[in-house]
C-alpha cells in the first residue's frame, strides 16, 4: 500500500487529490475548522495549479509513474510468493474500498489478508493513516478479523541489504570522504506526540541518544490507533542507536543510517532531512 496520485493531470484532479490528502488529521495535525480553511481556502487554491503543471511533466499517458511502478511491483510479489497480490493506494485513485470489493468478488472463501504498508519507517502521516485507513476499510466490508500488518521494517536485515546494494550500484565510495543519508522531514510535533510522558529533553532532537537509568514508556491506546500492528503494546523509549522504537521516525532514520553504513563500511557519515524536521 502507498501514498496515491490523482486521477489525472488537470488541475480539478490534482486538487481533490491534494484536499483528500491535506484533510487527513494524521498529515495536517490542526482543529477541523482551521486545517478547512488552510487547506480548502488557502493551500488548495493556488497550488492545484502549480501542481498541475509539474503533473503533466511526468503523466505516462493514462497514469503516474507511482501507479506504474506499484502494479510492477504487486506482480512481481504474486510471482515471488505465488499468491494473489492487490495494491491499494491511500489516496486518489485505487482506493481501499474498490480493492476490497474486487478481493470478496474473486475470493469467497478467503481466510487471511496480509497488508504490506510500503514505509520502511513510522510516522503518523504516512505508516499510521495507512493503517488506520485500513482498519476502518476493513471493518465496513466485514474482513477486519481477516487482515494483518506487516510492521515498520526499517531495520530489517533484507531492507538494509538493498539499500547497501542500490548505493553500491550508482557510486564509488572510495571517491566520496562523506556519505549524507537524507530523508524526508516531518513536523517534531508528530513525534512528541508519542512522547506521552513529556519527558523529551531538546526542541531540536526527539530522541536523545544514549541510555538512561530509567527507560520512558509510552502506552497507545486505541484498538484502530495502531490497529492490527502495535494494538495496546507498550515500548521501550529510551532511545538507543541500538533500541527498536516503533513510533520514533528519527529514531529509526538513525538506526537504518547505521546499518547501512555498517553494512558498506562508511567511515564518516551523517544523517540530514530534505525539509526542516521541526
Known amino acids: 500500500r502507498s501514498l496515491g496520485s490523482p486521477k489525472t493531470a488537470s488541475p480539478d484532479d490534482v486538487g481533490d487529490y491534494l484536499n483528500e490528502f491535506l484533510m487527513d488529521k494524521r498529515v495536517i495535525d490542526l482543529p477541523f475548522i482551521l486545517r478547512w480553511i488552510l487547506v480548502k481556502l488557502i493551500i488548495v487554491p493556488g497550488r492545484k495549479m502549480e501542481s498541475s503543471k509539474l ?68 510516522t503518523q502521516s504516512s505508516y499510521e493513516t495507512a493503517v488506520v485507513s485500513l482498519a476502518e476499510h476493513s471493518e465496513r466490508h466485514d474482513l477486519f478479523d481477516k487482515v494483518s500488518v506487516f510492521k515498520p521494517y526499517y531495520s530489517n536485515t533484507e531492507y538494509i541489504e538493498c539499500l547497501a546494494n542500490s548505493i553500491k550500484e550508482y557510486a564509488k565510495l572510495s571517491d566520496y570522504d562523506h556519505v549524507l543519508f537524507t530523508y524526508h522531514g516531518i513536523p517534531l510535533r508528530h513525534l512528541k506526540k508519542a512522547d506521552t510522558l513529556k519527558t523529551c529533553e531538546k526542541n531540536d532532537c526527539f530522541c536523545p541518544l544514549g541510555e538512561r537509568e530509567i527507560p520512558r514508556t509510552i502506552k497507545r491506546n486505541s484498538s484502530l490507533y495502531f490497529s492490527k500492528g502495535f494494538e495496546n503494546e507498550i515500548d521501550p523509549f529510551n532511545c538507543p542507536l541500538d533500541s527498536d522504537n516503533k513510533v520514533c521516525y528519527k529514531n529509526q532514520l538513525e538506526i537504518t543510517s547505521m546499518n547501512v553504513a555498517k553494512k558498506l563500511k562508511l567511515s564518516n557519515y551523517s544523517v540530514s532531512y530534505q525539509s526542516r524536521l521541526g
Open 55 to 122: 503533473y503533466k511533466k511526468i503523466w505516462l499517458e493514462k497514469s503516474f509513474p507511482l501507479i506504474e511502478i506499484t502494479k510492477e511491483l504487486s506482480v512481481k510479489v504474486s510471482n515471488v510468493s505465488n499468491k494473489p497480490t492487490y495494491f491499494a493506494m491511500r489516496y486518489g485513485r485505487y482506493n481501499l474500498d474498490k480493492v476490497f470489493e474486487k478481493i470478496k468478488a474473486n475470493h469467497s472463501d478467503i481466510e487471511s489478508i496480509q497488508c504490506f504498508p510500503l514505509y520502511p519507517h513510522y
